[in-house]
């Protein structure tokens, strides 16, 4: 069964960047979407942003000109890079890769924004 592992999370000061990634244990076929979700306290779960298989992006209107999704097909890895932080993204940062008709997770990682 194949995991995807995540990293890049972290405690940083508003206004501050990071830069998670999600890769697969293994090499995996037919890859369409690969994204991120998050996660805040007493928060419901919500699509952060999304690529498709052919490039398209999606982003959720509170991250739009401050993140940035991209995908490694080679490596089986997407990625956020993610801007000017602030506070109220604060959450538990969850990738998803959709592969072969199934949907996989990461474990999550965290990110928090404070001073």
């Known amino acids: 069964q194949v995991q995807f592992v995540e990293s890049g999370g972290g405690l940083v000061q508003p206004g501050g960047s990071l830069r998670l990634s999600c890769a697969a244990s293994?090499?995996?076929?037919?890859?369409?979407?690969m994204g991120w979700y998050r996660q805040g306290l007493g928060k419901q779960r919500e699509l952060v942003a999304s690529v498709s298989s052919d490039g398209r992006t999606y982003y959720a209107d509170s991250v739009k000109g401050r993140f940035t999704i991209s995908r490694d097909n080679a490596k089986n890895t997407v990625y956020l890079q993610m801007n000017s932080l602030q506070p109220e993204d604060t959450a538990v940062y969850y990738c998803f890769v959709d592969h072969s008709s199934l949907r996989s997770w990461g474990q999550g990682t965290q990110v928090t924004v404070s001073s």
């Open positions: 293994r090499s995996i076929f037919s890859v369409n979407n």
